[in-house]
C-alpha cells in the first residue's frame, strides 16, 4: 500500500480520533479520583474538540468532493461532515447538561462517559456508513452503548426494566433490519450502496416478480429505520424507555441518536434504494400519519413530562419522514434537495430543542426532588423566571410557534409536501401540530399562571444555566435567520 | 441428488430442534435442542462448503457458549417454566401470525429467485476457504471487522460495568492497602501523666 | 450606506428592547435615555440618508430573506427614495421631541418605563412600514403600528372609557384591515409577486382588476388614516396620553393610509374610479368632520377633529393624483399638528388635567411659549400665506380645482369650504383657551411647563413656519415666493380671513352669540355636535344587529356545534384516543414486540396484495 493510500484513510480521522480517545479515556479515568470527575470529564469535552477540529479539517481538505475509502465502506461527503459536527456539538452540550445531575445522584461514573463516547462512535459509523455492513455494525455499537446506559443506574428498578424492554425490541428490530438487508443482498449481491442502487433499478426494471421482491426486504428495512426513528408502529419502547430511564440517560437517547436515524434514513432509502422510492414513499406516509396522530394525541394524556416528551419525540420523527417522503415526485428528484433538506433542518432543529427541554429538566431536578412530572413545572416563572422563560422557548419552538426555529422547520418541511403536490398530508401535519400545541403550551401555563406547588427548589448554576441560554437564544436566532442553516443542509443533500 | 437430500433431512431435523428448544418444559432439554440445531445447521453449511464457519460454530456456540449456558442453567437451577408463562397462553395468537407470516413469506421466497441452493461456481483446486475468508477479513472488510472488535470491547465494558459490585461489607484484604499501612495510622502514643494508687 | 439603512429602524428598537425588557433595572432616567438616544440615532441617519438622496442616490434592495416558498420569497428590503426618506425624516423628528416632551408629560406616572418602550417600538414599526420595498414588510408594520397604537390608547387600563376606546379602535381597524388584506392577496393572486418594483412594472401590461385592487388597499387607508364613514375611532383615541394623541395619531400612524396610497401611485393612476371614491370620501372628511371640530368643547376632541379634516386634505390631493402635494401636506401637518397637541398637552397640566375649554381662557399671560408656540401653529394650520399649512393646502387646493375626474368638483367646493371651517376652529381654541378672561379653578393657578415640554415645542413651531419655505420644489409654481404672493390675491385666503374673524366675533370674549347661533340652527347643528350620529348607528347596526346574530349562533353555533361537536367532541375524542393507546402502552414486553411484528406483517401483507393484484 504506498503511502498515498495510506494517507487517503485519513478521511475517518474524525472516528479514529474518538475511538483512541475512548479507549485512553478508561485509562485516564483510573487517575481521575475525585467525586466530579473533573479531569475524565476534560478530557471527554476535549476529545470532542479534538474531533470536531478532525472533522472541520476533513471537511476544508475534501474540497467538496466525495471520497470512498476502506474499499468502499466507508463514505465521506459533505452531508458526513455536517451530520458529524452537529453530532460532536450535540454530545458536547449533553455532558454539560448532564453533569451536574449525574453528580449529585453518584451516577457520574467513568462508564457514562466511556460509553457515551463509544455511543457517539456509533453515531459517526452510521453517518459514514456506504454499506449495509458498516450501517449495521455502527447501529449495534450505538445501541449497545444506550442499552448499558439505560442499566447503569443499577438501583432503579424502572431503569433495569426499561433497558431490558429496549434490549429485547432492539434485538428484535436488528433481526427485522438484517433480515431485510439479507433479502436485498440475495437480490443484488452486493452490500454496498453505491452498487444497490443502479443494481436494484436494473433488477427493478427487469421485471415485476423481482421488484416485489425487493419491495418486500424494504418492508423489513423500512421497519428497521421506524424503530431507530420511533415511528408507528415501531415506536412501543419510546415512552417506556424514555420513561425509565434517568433524565440525562433519556436525553442522550432523545438527541444525538436522532441524527444517526436520520443519516440511516438517508443512506439506505435514499442513496440505496432510490429506485424503489415510490414504494417506501407510501410505507413513509403510514408511519408518519399514524406517528404524527399517536404521538400528538397520547401526548396530551400524559401526566409525566418525561413521557409526554416522548410521545412528542415520536410526533416529531413522524414529522420528519413527512420531508423524507416527498423528495421524489413521479419518478424526478427535482423536489429532492428542498424536501430532504427540509428533513435534515428539522432534526437538527428538534435534536437541539430536545436538548434544551431536557437540559431544562436537569437542571430544575435535585436531589430528590426530580423535576420530571407536569405539576412540577408549576409556578416555574415564581421560581427561577430565566429558567421558565428558556422553557418557553423550548415549548415554542416545539409547538412551532413564530418565530422559533421550530416553526421554521415545520415550515419548510410543509411547503416540501406541498411542493410534492401531497396536499392532504399537509393539511393533516398542520391540524396534528395545532393538536400538539396543546399539551406545549399546557406547559407554559403552568409555569407561569399557577401557583408553585411544594417546596421552592433552587435550581442550579454553572456552565450548564449559560449553555442553556445560548442553547435557547440559538434556536430563536434561528427562526430569525435560517437561512445559512438551511442552505447548510441543502448543500449537504446535494452532496449525496 | 444425494445432496438434495441430505440437505431436506438436515433441515427437518434442524426445524425440529428449534421448535423443540421453545417448547420443551425443562431448560436442560431445550438447551441441548439448542445445540442439535447447531449442528445440523453446521451441517448445512458443509454442504455449502463453508467448512471453516461449520467448523468456527461448532466450537463457539455448541463448545463454548453452550457448554456456559448449560452450567449457569444447572447451577442457578433458574425456573424457565415460570419465565415463559405468558408463552402458553400468547400461544394461540401467535400460532395465527406466525403462520400467516410464514406462509406470506413462502409464497414470496418460493418463486424463482433463490432457485438454487448449491453454488455452481466451479472452485479451483488447492482453494482454501479458510485462506480466502481471512485475506477478504482483513482487507475488503478490515473496517467492519474493526468496529466488530469495538463492539466486543463495548460489550466488555457494559457487562463489567453492570455486574461489577464491591460489596460494602466484604471482608476480602487488600494486601496493597496493608502494605501501604504506617506506624503513625495504626498505633497512637498518648501521653498520660502517671496515676499513683494511694 | 445599507448599514446606515439598517440603523435607522434598528436604533429605537434596540431602545425599545432595552426599556421594555430591562426597564426596571435601568431605572426612569436610564429608560427615557436609552429610547431618546435611540431615535436621536436614528433622526441623524434618516437626515444623512435624506440628504443623500436629494442627491440622486436612491436604493431598491432585499435586506434579507426570511423564507422562500413556491416562487414567492417574504423578504424584508428597504426601497429609499425621495418618498420614504422624508417620511423617515418626519417620523424620526416628531418622535424624538414626543420622546423629549413625554419626560415632563409623564413625569409622574408608574408606567414611565412601559410607555417609553411603547413609543420607541412604535417609531422602529412606522419606520419599517415607511421603508418597506414589499407587502409583506408594509402589511409588517401596518399591523405593527396598529398593535402599538391599541397598547397606548389603552395605556391607563384602568379607566373604562379607555378600554372602550381601545377596543373601538381595534374593531374599526378591522375592518380597514380586511380590506387591505384583500387587497394584498389579490396582488399575490394576480402579480405572483409581492414586490412594488415587480408589481408596478407588471400592473399596466397584466389585465388585472387594479381598479378592485386599489379600492381593497384604500379600505386599508380609510381604517388607518380615519377616513369617512372609518372614522369614528379617532376622535375616541384621545383617551391615551397626549404625547402619543401627538405622536400616532395625529403625526405618524394615522397618516400611514397616506403614505400607503402615495406608495401605490403607479397602481391608483391606473383607475381613475379608485382616485374618483378617494377624492370624494376625502372632500367628505375634510368638510364633515371640520364642522364638527366647531361644536366641540374637549380641546384634544377639537385637535382630532381638525385632524380628521386635515387627513381629508390629503385624501383629496391623492384622489387628484397630486401625491407629492399630499405628502408635502402630510409633513406640514405633522408639525403643526404635533404642535397644536403638545400645547393642547402643556395646558392640560398645567390646568391639572383639566380638557374643557370652557374652563380655560385667559392662558396668554401665565403660559407665553406654550401660547406663542400654539398660535404659530394655528396660523399655519388656517393657511396664512407664508406659514407651511398654507403651501401645502394651496397646493391641494389647486390640485382639486384642475381635477377632471368625476367628483372632482363636489371635492373642490369641500377643500375650499374647509379652509374656512378649519380657521374658525382653530382660532375658536386659541381664543376660548388662552384668550379672555380666565375661567379655571382660582385655586390652583397654571405656571407655564417645564423646558422638556416647552423645547419640543418650540423646536416643532419651527418648521412648521418654516418647512413650506424649504420643500418650493414640490409646487406647481416657480418660486415659493411667487406664490405666497399668489397666495394674497386668491380665494382660499380671503375665506380663512374670514373664518379667523368669525371666530375672533364669536369667541374672543364670552358672549352669548355661539349659543343663539346654535338656537337658529336647531336641529342642524345638534346633529353636527352629535357627530352626525355614527356613533350611535354603528352601535345600533353592528352592536345590537350583531348581537341578536351573535345571540343566534351563539345558540345555534357555539353551543351545539363547536362547544357540544368540536371542543368537547374533540376532547372526548382525545380522551378515547389516549385510553386505547394506554392499553396498548401495557408496559408489557410481549405487546409490544407483537405489535412491531403486526406493523411488518401489515408491510408484508400490503406487498403480497399489490403483487398479486
Redesign the interface.
Same mark, same amino acid.
Do not use: H
Given at each position: 500500500m504506498s503511502l498515498a493510500q495510506l494517507l487517503s484513510h485519513l478521511r475517518a480521522l474524525p472516528e479514529m480520533v474518538l !475511538?483512541a480517545g475512548a479507549?485512553a479515556l @478508561?485509562l485516564v479515568d483510573l487517575a481521575s479520583k475525585s467525586e466530579t470527575r473533573r479531569l475524565s470529564y476534560l478530557f471527554a469535552q476535549g476529545v470532542l474538540l479534538i474531533a470536531f477540529c478532525a472533522t472541520l479539517f476533513v471537511l476544508s481538505e475534501s474540497e467538496g468532493k466525495r471520497y470512498y475509502i476502506?474499499?468502499g465502506?466507508?463514505v465521506s461527503d459533505l452531508l458526513s461532515h455536517v451530520l458529524k459536527l452537529f453530532a460532536f456539538i450535540t454530545v458536547s452540550a449533553v455532558l454539560v447538561y448532564a453533569r451536574p445531575y449525574l453528580h449529585e445522584r453518584g451516577l457520574l461514573?467513568g462508564?457514562f462517559l466511556?460509553?457515551l463516547l463509544?455511543a457517539l462512535?456509533g453515531i459517526l459509523?452510521m453517518i459514514s456508513a456506504n454499506?449495509f455492513?458498516?450501517l449495521y455494525?455502527?447501529l449495534? !455499537?450505538l445501541t449497545?452503548?444506550l442499552?448499558?446506559l439505560v442499566?447503569?443506574n443499577?438501583d432503579s428498578a424502572a431503569s433495569t426494566e426499561a433497558a431490558?424492554?429496549y434490549f429485547?425490541?432492539g434485538a428484535?428490530?436488528s433481526g !427485522?433490519l438484517l433480515y431485510g438487508m439479507s433479502m436485498i443482498y440475495?437480490?443484488t449481491g452486493s452490500l454496498l450502496f453505491t452498487d444497490i442502487g443502479p443494481q436494484t433499478a436494473a433488477l427493478a426494471a427487469s421485471s415485476?416478480? @423481482?421488484r416485489?421482491?425487493l #419491495?418486500?426486504g424494504l418492508?423489513?428495512v #423500512?421497519?428497521g429505520i421506524?424503530?431507530k426513528l420511533g415511528a408507528v &408502529?415501531?415506536h412501543?419502547?419510546i &415512552?417506556?424507555v424514555y420513561h425509565g430511564a434517568s433524565t440525562a440517560v433519556t436525553l442522550v437517547i432523545g438527541t444525538a441518536p436522532k441524527l444517526a436515524a436520520f443519516a440511516m434514513a438517508l443512506r439506505l432509502l435514499v442513496n440505496g434504494l432510490p429506485a424503489l422510492a415510490v414504494d417506501w414513499q407510501q410505507?413513509l406516509v403510514v408511519l408518519a400519519v399514524l406517528s404524527m396522530a !399517536?404521538g400528538n394525541?397520547?401526548a396530551?394524556?400524559q401526566s409525566n413530562l418525561k413521557r409526554m416528551l416522548a410521545y412528542s419525540t415520536i410526533s416529531h420523527m413522524g414529522f420528519m419522514l413527512l420531508g423524507l417522503l416527498s423528495g421524489v415526485v413521479g419518478g424526478n428528484r427535482l423536489n429532492a434537495v428542498d424536501a430532504y433538506g427540509a428533513a435534515m433542518f428539522y432534526t437538527a432543529v428538534y435534536v437541539l430543542m430536545s436538548l434544551g427541554a431536557f437540559g431544562v429538566l436537569l437542571l430544575a431536578s435535585r436531589q430528590g426532588a426530580e423535576c420530571e412530572r407536569l405539576e412540577d413545572m408549576k409556578g416555574m416563572n415564581r421560581r427561577d423566571p430565566w429558567l421558565a422563560f428558556l422553557m418557553l422557548l423550548m415549548m415554542f419552538s416545539l409547538a412551532g410557534i413564530p418565530p422559533m426555529a421550530g416553526f421554521?422547520a415545520k415550515?419548510?418541511v410543509i411547503?416540501a409536501v406541498?411542493?410534492a403536490g401531497q396536499l392532504w398530508l399537509a393539511v393533516a401535519a398542520v391540524a396534528f401540530s395545532l393538536?400538539g400545541a396543546f399539551y406545549y403550551l399546557r406547559v407554559v401555563k403552568l409555569m407561569y399562571f399557577d401557583d408553585p406547588a411544594g417546596v421552592a427548589v433552587p435550581a442550579g448554576g454553572g456552565s450548564a444555566r449559560w449553555l442553556l441560554s445560548v442553547n435557547g437564544l440559538a434556536l430563536l436566532a434561528l427562526g430569525l435567520? &435560517?437561512?445559512g442553516l438551511m442552505a447548510l443542509c441543502q448543500a449537504a443533500i446535494r452532496s449525496l | 441428488m444425494l445432496e438434495t437430500i441430505v440437505f431436506y433431512a438436515f433441515a427437518a431435523i434442524l426445524l425440529g430442534a428449534a421448535l423443540r428448544v421453545i417448547t420443551a418444559r425443562n431448560p436442560v432439554h431445550a438447551a441441548l435442542a439448542l445445540v442439535l440445531a447447531f449442528f445440523t445447521a453446521a451441517g448445512i453449511w458443509l454442504l455449502l462448503r463453508a467448512e471453516f464457519l461449520a467448523i468456527t460454530l461448532l466450537l463457539v456456540y455448541v463448545g463454548a457458549v453452550m457448554v456456559l449456558f448449560l452450567f449457569v442453567v444447572m447451577m442457578l437451577d433458574v425456573n424457565l417454566e415460570r419465565l415463559r408463562e405468558g408463552f402458553w397462553k400468547n400461544l394461540p395468537m401467535a400460532v395465527v401470525v406466525g403462520g400467516i407470516m410464514a406462509f406470506e413469506l413462502v409464497a414470496m421466497l418460493a418463486s424463482r429467485h433463490f432457485g438454487s441452493a448449491t453454488s455452481t461456481r466451479v472452485v479451483p483446486a488447492g482453494y482454501s476457504n479458510t485462506r480466502e475468508l481471512g485475506r477478504v477479513l482483513y482487507t475488503q472488510y478490515v473496517y467492519a471487522f474493526e468496529i466488530a472488535a469495538v463492539i466486543l470491547l463495548v460489550a466488555i465494558i457494559a457487562a463489567i460495568a453492570l455486574t461489577l459490585r464491591r460489596r460494602k461489607d466484604t471482608k476480602a484484604l487488600d494486601p496493597a492497602l496493608q502494605l501501604a499501612a504506617r506506624r503513625e495510622e495504626r498505633v497512637r502514643l498518648v501521653s498520660m501523666p502517671a496515676e499513683t494508687e494511694r | 450606506m445599507k448599514t446606515l439603512y439598517l440603523l435607522v429602524p434598528l436604533a429605537p428598537l434596540a431602545g425599545a428592547i432595552l426599556a421594555g425588557l430591562f426597564g426596571r433595572a435601568l431605572g426612569r432616567a436610564g429608560a427615557h435615555t436609552v429610547t431618546i438616544l435611540g431615535v436621536l440615532v436614528s433622526f441623524l441617519a434618516s437626515c444623512w440618508i435624506f440628504a443623500d438622496v436629494l442627491e440622486g442616490n436612491t436604493f431598491n434592495g432585499t435586506v434579507y430573506t426570511w423564507l422562500t416558498s413556491g416562487g414567492v420569497t417574504l423578504e424584508i428590503g428597504f426601497l429609499i427614495d425621495r418618498l420614504s426618506a422624508l417620511m423617515m425624516v418626519v417620523v424620526t423628528f416628531v418622535s424624538l421631541m414626543v420622546h423629549v416632551y413625554t419626560i415632563g408629560y409623564m413625569a409622574e406616572d408608574p408606567g414611565y418605563q412601559r410607555f417609553f418602550s411603547y413609543i420607541s417600538l412604535f417609531t422602529f414599526s412606522m419606520l419599517m412600514l415607511v421603508m418597506a420595498n414589499n407587502f409583506l414588510q408594509l402589511f409588517f408594520g401596518w399591523e405593527a403600528v396598529g398593535l402599538v397604537s391599541y397598547l397606548l390608547i389603552g395605556f391607563w387600563y384602568t379607566r373604562p372609557t379607555a378600554i372602550h376606546a381601545n377596543l373601538k379602535a381595534f374593531l374599526v381597524n378591522r375592518v380597514g384591515d380586511f380590506g387591505f388584506i384583500l387587497g394584498i392577496a389579490l396582488v399575490l393572486a394576480y402579480f405572483g409577486s409581492l414586490d412594488y418594483a415587480q408589481v408596478f412594472a407588471e400592473a399596466p401590461a397584466l389585465a388585472a382588476p387594479v381598479t378592485l385592487i386599489c379600492l381593497a388597499l384604500f379600505v386599508g387607508a380609510m381604517g388607518k388614516s380615519a377616513q369617512f364613514p372609518l372614522h369614528v375611532w379617532l376622535p375616541d383615541s384621545m383617551e391615551g396620553p397626549t404625547p402619543i394623541s401627538a405622536l400616532i395619531h395625529a403625526a405618524t400612524m394615522v397618516t400611514a393610509g397616506i403614505f400607503m396610497v402615495a406608495r401605490m401611485a403607479p397602481l391608483y393612476e391606473l383607475s381613475a374610479t379608485a382616485r374618483s371614491v378617494v377624492l370624494v370620501i376625502g372632500g367628505i372628511t375634510a368638510l364633515f368632520m371640520g364642522l364638527v371640530a366647531l361644536t366641540q368643547y374637549d380641546i384634544k376632541r377639537v385637535v382630532a377633529y381638525s385632524t380628521l379634516s386635515q387627513l381629508g386634505y390629503m385624501t383629496v390631493a391623492l384622489g387628484a393624483s397630486a401625491y407629492s402635494a399630499a405628502i408635502f401636506h402630510l409633513m406640514t401637518h405633522a408639525f403643526f399638528k404635533a404642535v397644536l397637541f403638545l400645547g393642547a398637552g402643556s395646558v392640560i397640566i398645567a390646568l391639572h388635567h383639566e380638557q374643557d375649554m370652557r374652563r380655560m381662557g385667559g392662558l396668554k399671560a401665565a403660559m407665553p411659549v406654550t401660547y406663542w408656540t400654539f398660535l404659530l401653529g394655528a396660523i399655519s394650520s388656517a393657511g396664512i400665506p407664508g406659514f407651511a399649512g398654507f403651501f401645502s393646502k394651496d397646493a391641494i387646493i389647486e390640485a382639486a380645482r384642475h381635477a377632471t375626474i368625476p367628483g372632482a368638483g363636489f371635492a373642490y367646493l369641500c377643500v375650499l369650504a374647509c379652509v374656512f371651517v378649519t380657521a374658525a376652529y382653530t382660532f375658536r381654541m386659541v381664543f376660548m383657551a388662552f384668550h379672555g378672561a380666565p375661567r379655571y379653578d382660582a385655586h390652583r393657578p397654571p405656571h407655564e411647563s417645564p423646558a422638556v415640554v416647552t423645547v419640543p415645542l418650540v423646536l416643532l413651531a419651527i418648521p412648521s413656519v418654516l418647512a413650506g419655505w424649504l420643500v418650493g420644489r414640490f409646487l406647481p409654481v416657480d418660486s415659493a415666493w411667487d406664490f405666497v404672493v399668489h397666495g394674497l390675491v386668491s380665494l382660499p385666503f380671503w375665506l380663512a380671513l374670514a373664518g379667523i374673524a368669525a371666530a375672533a366675533i364669536l369667541y374672543r370674549r364670552p358672549s352669548s352669540l355661539p349659543k343663539r347661533i346654535a338656537m337658529r340652527l336647531g336641529p342642524l347643528y345638534a346633529v353636527v355636535e352629535r357627530k352626525y350620529g355614527f356613533d350611535e348607528l354603528y352601535a345600533w347596526l353592528f352592536g345590537a344587529g350583531a348581537r341578536v346574530l351573535g345571540t343566534g349562533l351563539w345558540k345555534a353555533g357555539d353551543q351545539t356545534f363547536i362547544d357540544g361537536l368540536m371542543v368537547n367532541g374533540s376532547a372526548r375524542v382525545v380522551g378515547w384516543f389516549s385510553g386505547i393507546v394506554r392499553l396498548a402502552q401495557t408496559g408489557i414486553l410481549n405487546t409490544y414486540a407483537f405489535l412491531m411484528l403486526f406493523g411488518i406483517l401489515a408491510g408484508v401483507t400490503w406487498v403480497i396484495w399489490r403483487f398479486w393484484s
Open positions: !475511538l479507549c @478508561m476502506f474499499y465502506l466507508f461514573k462508564e466511556t460509553l463509544f462512535l459509523v454499506s455492513l458498516s455494525l455502527g449495534e !455499537l449497545l452503548c442499552y448499558a442499566a447503569l443499577r431490558m424492554k429485547v425490541l428484535l428490530a !427485522l440475495g437480490a415485476s416478480s @423481482m416485489t421482491l #419491495v418486500f418492508v423489513f #423500512v421497519a421506524a424503530f &408502529p415501531f412501543m419502547w &415512552p417506556d410505507m !399517536l394525541l397520547a396530551i394524556a421554521y415550515f419548510a411547503s406541498v411542493q393538536v435567520l &435560517p437561512q | - | -
